[in-house]
């Protein structure tokens, strides 16, 4: 029987064959790929981010409405601890790709900016975050946002800890997409239309149980493309990956732009 290294390594070599043959590349990626950085994912017993807190409760747009003080008790915290972290060599494998042609879009489910950060869709590709982003915040009364550094401040210099609107003082919102809310529509349909017309869609550090992002892998698989699942643990799509890597992202990522021939960027 083959070790677990050298089916890593067989894999990893059939996944960047199938990059090579590749017209359209597309990843996919979920909180696995930001826990390197420092980043709780959701559900991991003892570490998740719903572990201790009813996300119903703290992160639901009627919690919002209803009780904003107790809202950015919670989302001012997340703000602290996201605003500082820094992109991996998971984000940074991932850039690699975009600047070799490589990597047409990176779809993510996640907030933290890191991706941006590492330099996704800086060159040439697309960078679609369909769950939005801690970047800026809103007024849902008034137009315009508000940086992340200046909700930041706000936060701080508030009694209560809410950010709010200079114009009519009420509550800024968090430009993410909240429990309660709907998706931007506009993002999910380019998703769509990458995952349909990408040859491999890496989904990578993605439970796959979260809808309607979780139904994307479908897309490329009844469109005829191949779907690479790259993260720790099962998910629901496993049984149509045409490859199937569990391991360290900051380990795999980078092994693949490797065997593709490229070198990781240091930021």
């Not at 919670?74 to 690699?96: E, I, M, S």
């Amino acid at each position: 029987m083959a070790s677990s290294t050298a089916a890593t390594e067989a894999d990893t070599a059939r996944l960047a064959e199938l990059i090579r043959e590749a017209g359209s590349v597309v990843a996919l990626t979920g909180a696995g790929i930001s826990v390197p950085s420092g980043i709780p994912d959701f559900r991991s017993p003892g570490t998740g981010l719903w572990e201790n807190v009813d996300p119903m409760e703290v992160a639901h747009i009627d919690a919002f409405r209803s009780d904003p003080a107790r809202f950015w008790s919670f989302y001012g915290r997340r703000f602290a601890t996201l605003g500082d972290k820094q992109p991996n060599g998971a984000h940074r494998a991932l850039v690699a790709l975009e600047r070799a042609g490589r990597l047409d879009a990176v779809i993510t489910q996640n907030v933290d900016m890191l991706h941006r950060r590492a330099g996704s869709g800086a060159d040439g590709g697309e960078l679609i975050e369909v769950h939005g982003s801690i970047a800026s915040c809103s007024c849902l009364s008034c137009p315009g946002a508000v940086a992340l550094d200046e909700a930041r401040a706000r936060i701080a210099s508030a009694a209560d800890g809410v950010p709010r609107c200079e114009s009519c003082g009420a509550p800024l919102k968090p430009d993410v997409v909240l429990f309660g809310e709907l998706l931007d529509q506009r993002a999910l349909e380019r998703a769509r239309v990458l995952c349909e017309q990408a040859d491999v869609l890496l989904c990578i550090g993605s439970s796959l149980e979260v809808h309607p992002v979780a139904s994307l892998p479908v897309l490329t698989h009844r469109a005829g493309g191949r779907v690479a699942i790259v993260t720790q643990g099962s998910t629901p799509l496993d049984e149509i990956a045409a490859v199937r890597l569990d391991g360290d992202l900051e380990l795999v990522l980078p092994a693949l732009a490797d065997e593709l021939g490229l070198e990781p960027l240091q930021l």
